[in-house]
């Protein structure tokens, strides 16, 4: 099964908004609610920021938020901040009892 | 305060083996599902296992089916992963995660340092 389809990269200014994209099939993004966002540092684990499409943990900005049509998904930042720049995965559940990634998209912001 | 350490990576030859351990403290172990992601160096996240809180429900990616078996000690808050026929597709960090709430289903809110596995001859 193919990973998630995520755009390599995306750019932003300081205080823009940038909304990244995560297309999955109707097995796995257009099945369930169960995306979820990690923020991954270089050097460093990723950091869950978002699941249940638009659920955010204790202690993540609300400038993250998220949303999900049919087979697609995104993650939109918000007031786009130098700490920001990362590369960004997605994740969704299947209907094969398993969890599929998406590529990952680097943000820069600039 | 949380912490996944994961130990067991190293060089292993094309066709071996290798067993990860993850030494989980700092929450209620035996509540929660844990699954094994890896990262190829450079590269995108994978999923590879998950295994439930009790242990009665395993699941693998269809890459490494087969060739790893996932298995936990709820006593010891500890869980493991078995590679074997291995190949140099292997090569990646393996992180031991925990899942926020169901099986697959939150996320994963805890993640270790990885330990890196590389298979070469």
């Known amino acids: 099964h193919s990973a998630l389809t995520q755009p390599a990269s995306v750019s932003g200014s300081p205080g823009q908004s940038v909304t990244i994209s995560c297309t999955g099939t109707?097995?796995?993004?257009?099945?369930?609610?169960?995306v979820s966002w990690y923020q991954q540092h270089p050097g460093q684990a990723p950091k869950l920021i978002l699941y249940?499409?638009?659920s955010r943990p204790s202690g993540v900005s609300s400038r993250f938020s998220g949303s999900k049509s049919g087979i697609t998904a995104s993650l939109t930042i918000s007031g786009l901040q130098a700490e920001d720049e990362a590369e960004y995965y997605c994740?969704?559940?299947?209907?094969?009892?398993?969890?599929?990634f998406g590529g990952g998209t680097k943000l820069t912001v600039l | 305060e949380v912490l996944l350490v994961e130990s067991g990576g190293g060089l292993a030859q094309p066709g071996g083996s290798l067993s990860l351990s993850c030494a989980v403290s700092?929450?209620?172990?035996?509540?929660?599902?844990m699954s094994w992601v890896r990262q190829a160096p450079g590269k995108g996240l994978e999923w590879v296992s998950a295994i439930s809180d009790s242990g009665g429900n395993i699941y693998y990616a269809d890459s490494v089916k087969g060739r790893v078996t996932i298995s936990r000690v709820n006593s010891e808050n500890t869980v493991y992963l078995q590679m074997k026929s291995l190949r140099a597709e292997d090569t990646a960090f393996y992180y031991c995660?925990?899942?926020?709430?169901?099986?697959?289903?939150?996320?994963?809110?805890?993640w270790g340092r990885g330990t890196l596995v590389t298979v070469s001859s």
């Open positions: 994740s969704s559940y299947t209907h094969y009892s398993s969890l599929l």
């Open positions: 995660v925990k899942d926020q709430y169901d099986i697959l289903e939150s996320g994963f809110d805890y």
């Open positions: 249940h499409v638009n």
């Open positions: 109707r097995s796995d993004v257009g099945a369930y609610g169960y």
């Open positions: 700092g929450l209620s172990f035996r509540n929660f599902a």
